[in-house]
């Protein structure tokens, strides 16, 4: 797959070389959770869970080009963009599953609160020991309520229904200083956000049905409309880095799609198989463009889709599976209108095989993954290469005891050069960066739960 010629060395024949060799990236969490259930009555159960999780990350970019040469130099050790960021987010998340009868037929209900918060915290400078340039605070407030209800009508026919409500209040603000900043004379507008304080409500939909035809084969669908609210990352990107004029976008649009599905579904003693199609068309889909360094509402999108998996038990210790899927995912509007969107292979799949060896002690898995070509990110206009179609084989022999597990894991066998993401030049056509993927790489796991 051509690449135009450039002044830094390409690397898609080693996977382990970089063109930015001294960047970096640090992570640290720590998550606390906790929960109790208990029963209430005779098909009632309420479980109440807690957590909070603390977050923080540091990287560090460096610039390349320095002057006076402006010529690429990996040596370099001019830093360009340090960032040091912090978040906490707190849950607390009661929910009751109750059976009942109303109308004289069964029931399930799955109700229950969401409540989360989160503050973000994060500092933008030239470099660790640099004064800050950007002082990113957001602190995002959700509150919701849902409840699902599924009805068995009679002995074939199950009926599903029901919602979700929930409110989000966000402020953000973007504290900037030109003083730390030595890009500060080259902006020709403020690089500063606008401070954000907004709130709104949005709803969630769903109605479903489950004939079963005969014991080994059901029909089903659906239509159901979601939404899906920016987080914190989303709205800041990333953050005005080296040369980058454009502001964070705290103002994101919430994400909204309506869909409709249906498909069957055959069960006999040792074959399972499902197929399904659906239509999804979204507003405001949410989507990081690398050209402006932010996230962005994309004009109104579709996908369109076939779903299919599989699996034969040859062996109560021995099982084959697989699994197909088609997508196609358009701009229904605007300047791309009919166009793909980026980063979706129309094809994609799966196949393997699970042996229990040993019962649960000692299991196999082969598992090959595949998928067909697809554009690169920000290559909306469909104008530069795709990311070229490949597959992968991984191997697993793991098991567990009681508390105890482990597993040896071989991902990509056969060694496989491949990227699977890739930014196109906004600008010039066959001109883009690739980041490829780990060769054959071997994975140790143990552990205990407790």
């Known amino acids: 797959m051509p690449n135009l010629p450039i002044t830094y060395p390409t690397t898609l024949d080693d996977p382990r070389a970089s063109v930015f060799p001294r960047d970096w990236g640090h992570k640290q969490d720590f998550n606390l959770t906790a929960g109790v259930t208990k029963s209430l009555w005779s ?22 080009f320095p002057a006076p040469s402006f010529t ?54 030239q470099a660790p020991d640099s004064p800050i340039i950007h002082h990113y605070n957001i602190r995002q407030t959700t509150a919701a309520f849902y409840a699902l209800n599924r009805t068995s009508i009679r002995p074939d026919l199950d009926v599903s229904y029901g919602g979700r409500v929930q409110w989000a209040g966000v402020k953000a603000t973007d504290d900037y200083s030109s003083a730390g900043d030595p890009n500060a004379f080259f902006y020709a507008s403020n690089p500063q956000a606008p401070p954000l304080d907004a709130s709104e409500w949005q709803y969630a939909a769903h109605v479903g049905a489950e004939y079963r035809i005969a014991p080994m084969l059901a029909v089903f669908g659906r239509v159901a409309r979601a939404f899906r609210f920016p987080n914190a990352d989303e709205r800041v990107g990333a953050g005005s880095p080296f040369f980058a004029t454009t502001p964070a976008n705290f103002a994101l649009k919430t994400q909204t799609s309506h869909d409709v599905e249906g498909g069957f579904r055959v069960t006999t003693a040792r074959f399972d198989f499902q197929s399904s199609a659906y239509v999804m068309d979204l507003n405001n889909e949410i989507h990081f463009i690398p050209a402006q360094n932010v996230d962005v509402n994309l004009d109104p999108t579709r996908r369109v889709g076939w779903e299919n998996t599989a699996t034969y038990r040859m062996r109560d210790d021995l099982r084959l599976h697989a699994g197909a899927a088609y997508t196609h995912a358009t701009f229904r509007e605007g300047a791309f209108a009919g ?16 042996w229990d060896m040993i019962g649960k002690l000692a299991v196999l898995d082969v598992t090959s993954r595949f998928w067909s070509s697809r554009y690169m990110d920000n290559d909306q206009a469909n104008t530069q290469p795709k990311i070229p179609a490949n597959a992968t084989v991984d191997v697993r022999l793991g098991g567990e005891y009681e508390r105890f597990f482990w597993s040896v ?42």
Do not use: C
């Open 43 to 64: 098909g009632a159960e309420l479980t109440i869970d807690g957590g909070i999780r603390r977050k923080f990350q540091q990287s560090q970019f460096f610039n390349y």
């Open 72 to 125: 690429f130099d990996p040596t370099s050790t001019e830093s360009s963009n340090y960032v040091n960021t912090g978040m906490t987010t707190t849950s607390l998340t009661p929910r009751l599953v109750m059976t009942h009868n109303a109308f004289g037929v069964p029931n399930e209900l799955k109700t229950g609160v969401d409540l989360y918060n989160t503050q973000y915290d994060s500092d933008r400078s």
């Open 339 to 354: 166009k793909d969107v980026p980063l979706v292979s129309h094809w994609s799949g799966s196949a393997g095989v699970s």
């Open 409 to 450: 894991t071989v991902q990509n066998l056969f060694d496989v050069s491949y990227f699977d993401y890739s930014i196109a030049s906004a600008t010039t056509p066959g001109y883009y960066a690739a980041f490829p993927q780990p060769g054959r790489t071997f994975v140790v796991r143990a552990g205990s739960t407790f």
